[in-house]
């Protein structure tokens, strides 16, 4: 099975590709990364422009990669000044992929962090180590956007 998983944002989204093959169970399967980078907006253009940029960007990932299943991190709310840019880009995610007729699995951050590291209050840098772990990488993904999609289509593996 392939998951897209998704680290919603305005300025970056993360996205992370992999496939996973069960052997008896899902925990006993193999999964192994086949693409993860960024979609990157121009902060010089529009709200609405980045959209249609977040959209258009992540119709050619779709496309490519065909993913059987889309893992989305739901937004965690904190107080900034971009938090409804961020929610209306993720509404233009999930948009993009429901048009797709992609399965949608919604994580959030606490549930990510306990799929992978057994915990739901670890740190970055113990989600990237399980990360390397999960996909047997020998270098961190990067940036940290493409990893937390990693993360995201990991949790979307084994939590559905």
């Known amino acids: 099975m392939r998951i897209l998983g998704i680290d919603p944002g305005l300025a970056r989204v993360g996205y992370g590709v992999i496939d996973v093959e069960p052997r008896k169970g899902k925990q006993e399967g193999s999964q192994r990364m086949i693409d993860c980078g960024i979609i990157r907006t121009d902060p010089g253009r529009s709200e609405g422009e980045r959209m249609v940029e977040i959209a258009r960007d992540l119709r050619q990932i779709i496309r490519i990669h065909q993913p059987e299943l889309a893992s989305v991190e739901k937004f965690f709310f904190y107080r900034s ?7 209306q880009a993720r509404g233009v995610l999930i948009m993009t992929l429901a ?7 919604e994580f959030p951050p ?9 915990h739901g209050h670890a740190d970055k840098d113990e989600v990237l180590e399980a990360v390397m772990r999960e996909l047997n990488l020998d270098t961190p993904p990067r ?15 084994f939590q559905h």
Not at 99 to 105: A, D, E, H
């Open 81 to 87: 000044s971009n938090t409804i840019a961020v929610v």
């Open 99 to 105: 048009r797709f007729g992609l399965p949608i699995v």
């Open 110 to 118: 606490m549930q990510i962090k306990q799929a992978l590291t057994g």
């Open 143 to 157: 940036p940290d956007d493409a990893a937390d999609a990693l993360a995201v289509a990991l949790t979307g593996w």
